[in-house]
């Protein structure tokens, strides 16, 4: 075996690398209160509200904050009451599912539900994914933002008990999602 060193380093793992990787994208947790949650982690971690989606934005599904720190997003996100559910809504994430963040949030409190990382191709890693054993949660979707014509992909597919494995992809280059 030959060091080459960090700048020469080229991760090639056959057994494992079944599409390409970049860095981690967010972690977002559920929560009841999502104003109070994020207003909470930005003071006790130093964290600053970069993005959001709510109903100031249109957003009728769930109020979601993105905190900033660094390279490091936390989204912090609640679903709304069940009872005022708008048909014609349209979320950001199109697979948030009121129903299920519900049930989430009453059966562990704050806690994270998904892990977010950056790809080459969501459709490509989601499919590989399943392909390779892994439970489809939510097949790819597109946002597309109306302002730029931007778009971002994003999949998921299940990590460990509650919490899934999120793929996001695009060239989106806004500050989370289109929409937020």
């Given amino acids: 075996m030959k060091l080459v060193g960090y700048e020469n380093f080229v991760r090639h793992n056959p057994k494992s690398d079944r599409f390409a990787m970049h860095k981690f994208h967010h972690v977002e947790f559920y929560t009841q209160d999502a104003t109070n949650v994020s207003k909470r982690f930005g003071w006790a971690a130093g964290l600053k509200l970069v993005s ?26 609640a679903p709304y009451s069940r009872q005022q559910q708008k048909t014609d809504n349209i979320a950001p994430n199109q697979g948030f599912d009121n129903a299920y963040a519900h049930e989430f949030c009453a059966k562990h409190g704050l806690a994270v539900r998904a892990m977010a990382i950056s790809v080459d191709d969501a459709t490509v890693a989601y499919e590989t994914a399943v392909k390779n054993g892994a439970v489809g949660v939510t097949s790819p979707k597109t946002s597309t933002d109306a302002a730029t014509g931007e778009f971002q992909v994003l999949s998921e597919v299940k990590l460990y008990g509650d919490v899934v494995l999120r793929f996001i992809s695009g060239n989106y280059t806004g500050r989370f999602l289109p929409g937020y």
């Fill in 52 to 77: 959001k989606s709510d109903q100031s934005t249109g957003n009728h599904a769930y109020a979601s904050y993105v905190m900033q720190s660094g390279e490091l997003q936390i989204v912090i996100t």
